[in-house]
Every structure is written in C-alpha cells, then in structure tokens.
C-alpha cells in the first residue's frame, strides 16, 4: 500500500522548520506551498524552484470575489481568489509522483483550512484511510482533489 506522512503548518510555524531554498532539496521531502493571492502571505518561502516544490496562490474561499475578512478589531475587504480546477490538477499530479514512505509538508498562511483540505485528501486517496476532518478544510480545495482523483480512476 501506498502511504505518504503528512504534516501541514502555518505559514509562519514553517518558517520555523529553518527548510529554505539553500537546504530544500537536500531532503527527500515535498513540499506544498500554498500563499494568499495578496498581501502579507503572499510571499513565498522557496523563490527558487525546486522538484520537490510546489508553490501555488489562491485563498481561502469557495467562491471568487470580495470577501471580509477580520482585521485587528474589524473587517478588510478583499479580493479573494479561489482554487482552479487547473491548480487542484497540479496539486493532484505532484501529490502522485511522490514515492511511498515519503513526507509531504504542507502550508498555507494559518494552517487550518487549505493545507488541512490537501492532507484530508492525501489521508483518504493515498493512505486508504477514512478518518479524516472534513469540518476543518476548505470544502472547495477538497472538492476539487476529489473530482480530479474520481475522473482519473
């Protein structure tokens, strides 16, 4: 059986691993990235590229579009961009060339609901195994790794 180890973080508890561009591929580690389309956690870690890399932009929502968003004691607007049916096949392809054993790191910028989506994803297509917590991902990242996976079957 195919099983990768996954482990997701925060953008800033990442950063805390001390993994860059001069060490990343001294591991055999992968590594998704996944940045807000705008402002602060736009910024990726790894500027270089890399063949265990991945850095992708889009935020978390479901939807395109303006969206609040809390800051400090009130609200931002944005312009939230959400996941593409393009960037959950790129995701779905660098998720299947990693070899078995291996470990998957994922970010994003608070580690809660779009990294959580990906290893949902890794944890019940890869790892044949059902328990995971659907609550706490973004349903539109998962979504999207769950059509891509059922129409490549």
Not at 26 to 39: E, P
Not at 62 to 85: F, S
């Amino acid at each position: 059986m195919h099983k990768i180890n996954v482990h997701t973080y925060s953008y800033n508890a990442f950063k805390e691993t001390g993994v860059n561009d001069d060490n990343v591929e001294s591991f055999s580690d992968y590594y998704i990235c996944i940045h807000a389309s705008g402002y602060i956690y736009s910024h990726p870690i790894f500027k270089k590229n890399h063949y265990n890399v991945l850095n992708l932009w889009f935020d978390d929502t479901v939807k395109t579009g303006l969206k609040a968003i809390p800051w400090n004691n009130t609200y931002r607007i944005i312009y939230a961009k959400a996941i593409t049916v393009k960037q959950a096949k790129i995701i779905y392809n660098f998720i299947h060339r990693i070899k078995n054993g291996c470990d998957l790191h994922i970010y994003c910028p608070m580690g809660e609901s779009r990294s959580i989506a990906i290893c949902n994803y890794v944890t019940k297509y890869i790892n044949n195994y059902d328990h995971i917590i659907p609550k706490w991902h973004n349903k539109l990242v998962f979504n999207l790794l769950e059509e891509v996976h059922n129409a490549r079957i």
